[in-house]
Each structure stands twice: as structure tokens, then as C-alpha cells.
């Protein structure tokens, strides 16, 4: 007998939500990021971006995963964000993550900021 493959979430470890910091507000991001959690955090940075007015920060310092969904949220946010001229600022991101946005072609596109330092624009 086949399972259904996707009749189960493919990722159960995963949350996305604004926190209020020391370092000031970002969208904390913890777990998976992947088909089935991609949506959630794609809702949640389309209300982030309309509720405020300056570069959208997302902390990854908690992210353990992403694939190519979780990619393409990024990418949305940051076409999003580009007529307005704010931008997309990835937060303590693991190596993972830099890797993979490197790879995609993606960290052309984003800013990362590292604890305790500014933002500054990746490569172009």
C-alpha cells in the first residue's frame, strides 16, 4: 500500500513571528522554512511590510532549514519591498543560509546583518 506523500505536513517544527528586541523589530524566524510552512511565513511578511514603513528584517538565527519555497518567499518579499526602496535584511543568519542564498543568486538581492553590525549591501 502507497503512503500519500503529501498528506502530512513535511515540516512540524516551525514558527514565524514579529519580536520586539534589542536589536529592534524583526520577524523572527525558527524551524523549517519549507513547502509547507512557506505559505504561513509568506503571509506574515506580506502584513509585516504593509503594517510598516522601513526595511524588513528577518532574524534566521533560529532557522534550521530552508528550501527552495522558502527561497521564493524571500524573493517575493524583496520585489515587494524594491519600488519603495526598502529592503530585505537577513538577521544572524547560519552558514546554511548565507550558502544557499549564495548559490541562488538570491544574496545579491538582500542585506545581511550580523550581530551587532550594520547592514551592508551584499554584492551586486
Do not use: N
Amino acid at each position: 500500500m502507497a503512503m500519500a506523500y503529501w498528506s502530512q505536513p513535511m515540516s512540524e517544527s516551525f514558527d514565524a513571528v514579529v519580536h520586539e528586541g534589542p536589536g529592534g523589530t524583526a520577524v523572527a524566524v525558527t524551524g523549517e522554512v519549507d513547502l509547507a510552512t512557506a505559505p504561513k511565513l509568506a503571509e506574515l511578511l506580506h502584513e509585516y511590510v504593509a503594517a510598516t514603513g522601513g526595511d524588513v528584517v528577518v532574524d534566521a538565527s533560529a532557522l534550521t532549514f530552508i528550501d527552495s519555497s522558502g527561497v521564493a518567499v524571500l524573493v517575493d518579499c524583496v520585489r515587494s519591498l524594491a519600488p519603495t526602496g526598502r529592503h530585505l535584511v537577513i538577521r544572524d543568519a547560519p552558514p546554511f543560509v548565507s550558502r544557499v542564498l549564495h548559490v541562488t543568486g538570491v544574496s545579491a538581492y538582500v542585506c545581511f546583518d550580523g550581530s551587532g553590525k550594520p547592514a551592508s549591501r551584499a554584492r551586486r
